[in-house]
């Protein structure tokens, strides 16, 4: 499927179908008191966060790793990851016996980095400088894919990786009608739109009338950028969010694609509205959310689409963050 940018449906059924055996089925929580705040009529939060390794990103590394042939698979793979594909990856890898080597920038988080090695992946730290972290790491992991006759995997741009994420959408969209509900806004985060490719087709399939946000911390939108001007846009280093897992600084083809045929529109939001939303996640939901893992309900929370008298799905993507790190924000909400 490589000259296929765009999974069908049957494809992304495909997939669910294969990586359901494998990963949790995160809930879908409805929450009164924010529906109260944002003036929408329900609001639904599926917690990814609560996902085997700690986010969404399993579901496309364990579909991605069951389609290797068997000699790519018995060699292995290399990726770059800042943290959770690399999580993601490396736990896919260790359950199907596939090695696993991830490549990741040296300021990546230490939780995650320690986690991937614990998942049994070697890992391989980059120091970029002041040139782009995932370009540096992503041309250390060609390298080594290379010299070491690796199978190179792309952590978003790959239809396979979009497929696999799209069962998160297939499942929401499953417990939604569980619930006798229909989104109108969906809100999801964005890095390099792996998640947003595959959730946006699952509802543009199956429930064409619903709306796809998808959320970029300030500085980092590229996805939203390329989406306004009709091509990919790469945008400039510029400084750092703490939204470490949304710092791509372009979308891939393959989600671009995806996100393009579902017609996604972007919104951004800062580190302070990020912040607020882990800690409103926290005291209203019992959720403990990374960063990037709440950017979605930042741009709920921060009146950045209008809700109002709507139901609403925020896709909460991630949860892998340090106790420390994560009271650091905490005290700074």
């Not at 429930?207 to 001007?229: C, D, Q, R, Y």
């Amino acid at each position: 499927m490589a000259d296929i940018l765009v999974p069908s449906l049957d494809h992304l059924r495909q997939a669910y179908a294969v990586t359901s055996t494998a990963t949790q089925v995160t809930p879908l929580l409805e929450s009164a008191a924010l529906a109260r705040e944002t003036g929408a009529a329900r609001v639904f939060v599926k917690p990814e966060s609560l996902q085997w390794a700690g986010s969404f990103k399993v579901r496309g590394a364990y579909w991605r790793l069951k389609r290797l042939s068997p000699d790519e698979a018995k060699k292995g793979v290399v990726a770059y990851s800042s943290g959770n594909f690399a999580q993601g990856l490396a736990a896919a890898g260790q359950a199907l016996g596939i090695p696993v080597t991830i490549v990741m920038p040296i300021d990546a988080p230490a939780a995650k980095r320690d986690a991937t090695a614990g998942y049994g992946a070697r890992v391989v730290l980059t120091d970029h400088g002041d040139r782009a972290r995932e370009e540096v790491a992503a041309a250390k992991a060609r390298e080594i894919a290379e010299t070491e006759h690796l199978t190179l995997l792309h952590p978003f741009d790959d239809p396979e990786i979009v497929a696999g994420q799209a069962g998160a959408g297939l499942e929401a969209l499953d417990q939604l009608a569980a619930k006798k509900a229909h989104a109108d806004l969906v809100f999801c985060s964005v890095g390099g739109g792996g998640l947003i490719g595959g959730v946006s087709l699952a509802f543009h399939y199956l429930s064409p009338k619903t709306e796809i946000i998808a959320v970029e911390p300030e500085g980092f939108n590229g996805m939203g950028s390329s989406l306004a001007h009709g091509a990919i846009e790469t945008m400039p280093i510029g400084p750092k969010s703490i939204c470490d897992g949304l710092m791509a600084r372009k979308p891939g083809d393959a989600p671009f694609a995806a996100v393009s045929a579902a017609g996604v529109r972007g919104v951004t939001v800062d580190d302070a509205s990020v912040r607020r939303a882990m800690k409103i996640a926290f005291e209203r939901m019992k959720l403990v959310l990374e960063p990037s893992g709440a950017a979605s309900l930042a741009a709920l929370l921060g009146g950045k689409v209008d809700v109002k008298g709507k139901t609403v799905l925020v896709v909460a993507t991630g949860g892998n963050v340090s106790l420390a790190d994560f009271m650091a924000h905490m005290n700074n909400a």
